[in-house]
Structure formats: C-alpha cells, structure tokens
C-alpha cells in the first residue's frame, strides 16, 4: 500500500504492548498504535511497504487469534492492514534483548532490508538504554529513517540528543512501573493479604486475599508442632504421620506429600506464630488478619530456633539495614574494579560523627548526618579478598573532582535547551496529571471508608451487645481503622512519589543548563541523583585510573571533541 511518492522509502510498522503495560490509560493498544501510524502515513506521503509471502514475524495462530478477537473494531484493524509490512510484538521492552521480533528487525536493518521504521512513539521500540543507544547508532550509520506519530525526530545532533532523552526517560517510566509493582505487593502484604507463598495448614481467601486458618489441616499442623516440640519426634517421623493423612493443596489436583526438609523451613519460619516477612517488610499477622490464628507462641518458636542452631529473619533482616544508606554520594552498584568486584562505602570516625550529631540536636533537633558528614569522610573501599584490588581505597572528593571534569564536556546551545525544557513541560504535565488522578481515587476511597465507619458506629450506636456481639463490633471497627491507616499512607506516598518526580526534572535540567557549577554546588546527598542519572558505570585499574561511563542515550549531550574511548569512557588519573 502506496500513500504517495515523495519519499523514496519504504517503510515497516513496528507496535508493541507487553503485559506489564496493562493498567489505566498508560499505552496504546496494539490495533490503536497501528491505526494512528496508518494515519500518519497518509498526512506525510510515507509509502508502507507490503508483507513478503515469507514474512516471519506472523503465524497463523497469530492470524487465527486476530480474526477472534473480542472486540470488532480491532478485528476490522488487522483485517484492513494484513497486506502490509507490519510487525506486532507482545514482550517487555524493559530488558535488553529479549525480544526476539525486535532483535530480527535490527538484524534486517544493519543488513540493509529495511531502511525505514514507524512507530507510534519511541517508548514503543526501547525501554531500555542499550537497545536505544543501538538504534540510534543505526540512524549514525545511515542504515535507518525513523518517523513517530507523536515525536517529531530530525536526524541532526539536536534531533538524536532529544530521542536519546526520550530512551532515557522510558527506561525511567520502565524503572518506576516494577517499583510500583512491587510497592503494590508490600502494601498488600502489609494488609496481611497473600502473595502465594504457601503456608502449611492456611489457605489463601480468594474474596479478599487473606491467610485463613484450614478447618481440617490447620489441626493438623498444630499437632505436627506439638510432636516437634514436646514429643521430640524426628522430622522424618512426623513427616511420615502427615503423609498418612494428608491433605490437597489448594487449587492443585494432586496430592502433594511433606519430607524432613519441607519441614525444617515451616519450623523455622516465623509465619507461624504470627510475623509475615515479605522483602524487607515484617507484618504483625495478629494487628492487621483478624482471621488469622497462630500455631504456636513466640516462646515455642524460640524454642525451635535454637534446636536448629538458626538465627531468626528479623534479626538478620535488622543487621542488613545500613543506617549510612541516605547519605552515600553514588549508588553502591555503580563503583567497581575492573575485575568486577564493588567498592564497599564507609564512613571514617563514625563514633565522632555521632558525638557531633548529638551536640547538633540540642540546637536543631531534626539534624541528620546528611547535615554534619563532609565528602572527604565518605571512603571507598575494595574489601572482597577474591578482587585483584583488594586494599585499594578512595576518598569520594576524588572521584568528585572527575565527575565534575567529566560534566565540564557536557555541550549544548540555548535552543537545544529550550527544547528539552519544553520536553519535560509536557512530560511533567502528563505525569502530574496521572498522580492527581491517583490522589482524587485514593482520596474518594479514604472518604467513603470514613463515611462508612461513621454509618457502622451510628447504626449500632444504642445496641445493646453481648459479649460475642461486643467482640465483632470491635474486630470490625479495627478493620475499617486498619484500612484507612492504609489509604492515608498510600496518599503520602502519591504525593511523596509526584514531589520526587519533579525534583528529578529539574535536577536534569539544572544540569544542562550550567553542568559544572550545578553539579560542584550541590550537597553530595544531591550528587548521588546527577550521577545515577547521567553514568552508567564508574571502574577503576591496578594503576588506580578511574573510568567514568557515560550513560549511552546521553552521550549526545557532550561536546563532539570529547572522546569517549573504546570502553564508552573518560579515562582520569587519581
């Protein structure tokens, strides 16, 4: 399908959406992104090229379930647009390379197959850098042209520094989407809901997610605790007995038998006298499940701790917290040998930094380290015995001093700029606009669970309880409190994540504007941002020669004198 002659290109349609991109109004569907490039087309005379009989980014089955899908319009899509060279893919683009439709598209571009790519937006080829920072090279290289529904792209140093950007902050996007994920499993779990690890003798209420106590095994495994702890019995023992009458897990058609090692772990676990660990969260099963019962008592899970000679979770889990981790001045992944080992921060003299912090509070009660440590006292150092630079030690001032020569390079004019600005305006717009969405549900929600408190109360306000009738109302009381303790805090943290949203914009643009002198002024607690922003890695050799990796997406933002060596790096003597 042809749409006009003014270009001499044809080119190949590229749509993704994966199901990690599957909330809200985030992405566009699949047959939404191929009409608006259809569209766009049309308006700019772009020629489609038509699919090869030998076309290799489609099946049948794939065929078989456009023509079934649900709904009509869609169908109408893939129908009309069949003939042309349209490749649809379904995988996240978070990590480099695994895409295996992507991967053969590239590989057809630097072969000189294709030489001209549409996509409804860059977000929709890279979510990452590397993959970005490879298609960019392909526009170098002149094996490329690009066109974008809603990104007007220039192949001009100025037009690649703009898509760079935007590979940048997709991966960003990319970042925050998991850490959302995640943040959404912590705060169920926080509510005491499920998050599908078994638990022997429970099960897992589909209505609202929560541990239950099994009315048959539950008896089961308290009996199985019993003969582990007063009767002394040999796990293999008990094992034996369970196996003799157990129990269907849920959900699973087969019977699953326990062994000795199976049973060590449920021994051990804290779970079962009431503290639910998830990540680095420890809930209190018995404040937040009013269903929830335990096996045994702290003091019988002590008990069996020391019978196994294991140190318990919570307090590892307190050991591994670093009480240095807001202050340190570079994330502690980017600092490395060359070997691959990393640098291990540490504060010097901390007993005197805590001597200073407390005179400090007795003028300024809300005084943190971050207030009294000073650049020089922050030390990195190679504490892995297997690293060839084991011994070796810096003080963060110097690899200070070659970040900010590093940043001196960084090169752009005042339109440049003013572009970019007008970027982020619009990307600040759409981000702001998603999290006032969020604040009015989440504000919509803490209203109507107030609201039905004050109903719940009022209708039960002059009846007359009895002690069970008593004990419900309470049980129900707690739970309503528990849930708007849970929605207040998640409106914290929409406010808490847009306020770090736009500090991160304007730290971007600072930076652009006077690199040097902004990243020179600002606190080291501030640095630790720029870097992670703009460095992919910081190595050092034997010869203590630092190599400072600029991120590949951003690498346009520098002037074209400076070199970045074979490695992607500035190589500086320390």
């Not at 002659?5 to 909330?23: G, L, W």
Request: aromatic letters at 12%.
């Amino acid at each position: 399908m042809n749409f006009g002659s003014m270009s001499n290109i044809e080119y190949v349609i590229y749509v993704r959406k994966s199901t990690d991109e599957s909330s809200g109004q985030q992405t566009q569907s699949i047959p939404d992104q191929i009409k608006k490039c259809i569209h766009y087309a049309k308006m700019n005379d772009l020629p489609i090229m038509a699919k090869p009989k030998d076309f290799e980014f489609e099946t049948e089955s794939d065929i078989q379930k456009e023509d079934n899908d649900s709904d009509a319009d869609n169908v109408g899509i893939f129908q009309k647009t069949r003939g042309l060279y349209i490749i649809k893919e379904q995988q996240s683009a978070k990590t480099p390379w695994l895409r295996p439709k992507w991967n053969k598209l590239i590989s057809m571009i630097k072969k000189g197959k294709i030489k001209g790519l549409l996509s409804y937006s860059p977000d929709r080829q890279c979510r990452n850098m590397l993959e970005g920072w490879e298609l960019i090279d392909c526009v170098d290289n002149g094996f490329i042209d690009l066109k974008y529904t809603n990104f007007h792209f220039e192949n001009t140093a100025s037009g690649k520094m703009m898509l760079g950007i935007r590979f940048v902050f997709s991966k960003q996007y990319s970042d925050k989407l998991s850490e959302d994920i995640t943040r959404g499993k912590t705060s169920s779990v926080e509510k005491g809901k499920s998050q599908g690890k078994y638990k022997y003798g429970y099960y897992r209420d589909e209505n609202d997610g929560l541990y239950k106590p099994h009315s048959e095994y539950f008896p089961l495994m308290k009996e199985a605790f019993q003969m582990k702890l007063y009767m002394w019995a040999s796990d293999e023992y008990i094992a034996q007995r369970l196996n003799t009458k157990w129990f269907l897990r849920e959900g699973k058609k087969s019977t699953k038998t326990i062994n000795a090692k199976m049973l060590y772990r449920v021994w051990v676990d804290e779970f079962y006298y009431g503290i639910y660990i998830y990540g680095n969260s420890m809930i209190d099963m018995r404040e937040v499940n009013q269903f929830y019962q335990p096996m045994i008592t702290e003091d019988e899970h002590v008990i069996l701790l020391n019978n196994y000679k294991k140190k318990s979770k919570i307090t590892l889990l307190s050991a591994k917290k670093d009480k240095y981790a807001d202050i340190w001045p570079m994330p502690k992944w980017l600092f490395k040998c060359t070997d691959g080992y990393s640098f291990v921060p540490y504060i010097s003299m901390p007993s005197r930094l805590a001597a200073k912090l407390q005179k400090l509070r007795k003028t300024k009660p809300k005084a943190q380290l971050k207030d009294i440590v000073e650049p020089h006292q922050i030390r990195y150092r190679m504490a892995n015995k297997l690293s060839k630079s084991y011994g070796l030690e810096f003080t963060f001032d110097k690899i200070d001093d070659a970040v900010y020569n590093l940043f001196k390079k960084i090169d752009i004019t005042e339109n440049e700029y003013q572009e970019m600005v007008s970027v982020m305006a619009d990307k600040l717009d759409a981000i702001n606009q998603e999290h006032k969405e969020e604040y009015n549900r989440k504000l919509l929600q803490l209203n109507r669970a107030k609201s039905a408190k004050k109903e719940f109360i009022k209708a039960n306000l002059w009846h007359k309880r009895t002690g069970d009738e008593e004990t419900v109302y309470q049980s129900e009381i707690k739970r309503v409190d528990l849930d708007i303790s849970f929605i207040e805090k998640e409106l914290m943290a929409v406010t808490e994540n847009e306020r770090n949203t736009m500090v991160e914009v304007q730290v971007f643009l600072d930076v652009l504007r006077k690199a040097a002198s902004t990243y020179k002024k600002a606190s080291y607690v501030r640095k630790r941002s720029i870097i992670d922003l703009f460095i992919s890695n910081i190595s050092v050799d034997k010869q203590k020669r630092l190599t400072l990796a600029v991120k590949p997406d951003l690498q346009h933002l520098f002037s074209d004198s400076f070199s970045f060596g074979g490695d992607d790096g500035i190589r500086t003597h320390v």
